[in-house]
């Protein structure tokens, strides 16, 4: 059963648009909500992280934003550039009962055009 | 330099032919897993390790095994690899605390073939 279900499996964007990756979860006891970007050939590397306390986050260009009714997240990438062209991973984990456990989305490939 | 050092990177090899994949870190983790990430499946995680002697089941353990003798050092082992452990294997790492609240440290992939 996927714990974490992300959307859209690719996306094209064109350079200096906005990148929006969705991700949905049943499991009300996850309370952290990271987000990894990988390159090819590399490991994934974490990309910015989300408490259920916080509505949104902001680093840079990129932001989550969290639905906690909807069980819902998402990532949002502005203004686009071709190096942000890579696969990207939401993930959820429980720092209480499932202590170690981390469960990724299926990962979404992103290419953006210059 | 901080990281998490996997070996070998690339490996084809033969159906029930022992093999282990190493993984060390150097940055004086706590708490280590391992990953395979499949096309179209994302990253599953396989096992894990809190610390020294202490490693548990992830998602999908079967055919594997793992021992955490060191702090730094968590080999992956395949006891009788089938061609459905072809995979790309990645190797994380972190304080224990983060290790639970999802912030790694990556190696590089293991690309593993079975014929």
């Known amino acids: 059963q996927q714990q974490v279900k992300q959307s859209p499996q690719s996306l094209i964007v064109q350079k200096g648009g906005i990148s929006i990756i969705n991700c949905a979860y049943e499991?009300?006891?996850?309370?952290?909500f990271p987000w990894y970007q990988q390159f090819p050939g590399k490991g994934p590397a974490l990309l910015i992280a989300?408490?259920?306390?916080?509505s949104e986050k902001k680093e840079g260009r990129f932001t989550i934003s969290f639905n906690k009714s909807a069980k819902q997240f998402s990532l949002h990438i502005m203004d686009s550039q071709p190096g942000d062209s890579a696969t990207y991973f939401c993930?959820?984990?429980?720092?209480?009962?499932?202590?170690?456990?981390?469960?990724f989305g299926r990962g979404t490939q992103l290419t953006v055009w210059p | 330099e901080a990281q998490v050092t996997q070996n070998p990177r690339y490996l084809i090899t033969v159906t029930g032919k022992k093999l282990t994949v190493t993984c060390s870190q150097n940055?004086?983790?706590?708490?280590m897993s391992w990953y395979r990430q499949d096309p179209g499946l994302g990253l599953r995680q396989i096992y894990y390790?809190?610390?020294?002697?202490?490693?548990d089941k992830g998602d999908v353990p079967e055919g594997y095994k793992v021992s955490r003798k060191e702090k730094r050092n968590f080999p992956l082992i395949l006891e009788s690899p089938s061609p459905n452990q072809t995979s790309l294997y990645f190797c994380?790492?972190?304080?224990?605390?983060?290790?639970?609240?999802?912030?790694?440290?990556f190696g590089e992939g293991s690309r593993l073939t079975v014929l």
């Open positions: 994380a790492s972190s304080f224990r605390d983060r290790g639970n609240t999802g912030e790694l440290f």
């Open positions: 499991n009300t006891a996850f309370d952290y």
């Open positions: 989300i408490r259920p306390d916080v």
């Open positions: 993930a959820a984990s429980n720092r209480g009962s499932t202590l170690g456990r981390l469960y």
């Open positions: 940055m004086n983790h706590e708490y």
């Open positions: 390790s809190m610390n020294v002697e202490v490693t």
